[in-house]
């Protein structure tokens, strides 16, 4: 069964724009990353490398929990109301296509606006955005990347609740902060390029919400608590080893 998720502080996840695979994701999951953020399409089709009800139940499937976040235009795009009213409901359309269910965090991309840039056409279309997504019970959230054109005090001021940080410099949001940070990662983690994502709750108890299928979702954890013991006894063997090696040293023979 799909369930919705709240995404615990502590938690690595990460964001990709390349389609997951079965082995991708399970190797992802035990390499200690608990849950995956895919990309929606901007436009009314959905293109092929974007996240799709196939790739949802591969994902979950993995035992990663499964958040969206929709693709943003080039650099020097221009947000206004009305365009931020069909990006929602393409956003809408494609999420349900997907198999999101209600409850799920759905995020924003805000990023390259053409600088300088009117802020009150900036939040006019954030607006119309997060009612379309909020229509279906999605959860929006609102990733600041750079150029977002507003201030930490106009971001603050959204009707949305949860703000994800990108790895560029961006403003801070007064009061509430951040409940996810990103961060760069070099090269590819099992063949693939990722950013990861580390959730953090913000200052006002807000934390993102994915989706599981709760019976893969157990199994996953249970194997990384059976994985964490093995582990432990490994290491503790070692010692064990070690310190008898040590004191057949000192032992005359």
């Not at 924003?108 to 300088?116: C, S, T």
């Not at 807000?206 to 979702?217: H, K």
Request: glycine share 10%; net charge negative; aromatic share 8%.
């Amino acid at each position: 069964m799909l369930i919705p998720k709240t995404i615990q502080p502590g938690w690595v996840g990460f964001d990709t724009d390349t389609k997951l695979t079965a082995d991708v994701c399970g190797a992802l999951r035990s390499y200690g990353y608990r849950f995956a953020v895919r990309y929606l399409s901007i436009g009314p089709e959905c293109a092929p490398n974007d996240l799709d009800h196939d790739e949802m139940v591969t994902i979950t499937q993995a035992g990663l929990a499964l958040m969206a976040v929709q693709h943003v235009r080039f650099p020097g795009w221009r947000p206004v109301k009305a365009l931020g009213m069909s990006d929602g409901a393409n956003a809408v359309t494609h999420a349900l296509n997907a198999g999101l269910i209600a409850g799920v965090s759905v995020w924003n991309d805000l990023e390259g606006v053409q600088q300088p840039y009117v802020s009150q056409n900036i939040i006019d279309y954030l607006e119309a955005w997060y009612d379309q997504v909020r229509r279906p019970a999605y959860l929006p959230g609102q990733y600041v990347g750079v150029n977002c054109g507003l201030t930490g005090e106009q971001l603050w001021n959204l009707s949305v609740t949860r703000y994800w940080k990108s790895a560029g410099d961006v403003p801070d949001v007064p009061n509430r902060g951040y409940c996810m940070v990103q961060s760069l990662v070099p090269g590819t983690v099992a063949g693939i390029s990722i950013d990861r994502d580390e959730v953090c709750q913000d200052n006002l108890g807000g934390l993102p919400v994915g989706m599981v299928d709760d019976i893969a979702w157990q199994r996953a954890e249970d194997r990384a608590v059976t994985a964490d013991i093995q582990a432990n006894l490994d290491q503790a063997v070692k010692l064990i080893q070690t310190v008898r090696g040590r004191i057949a040293g000192l032992v005359p023979a």
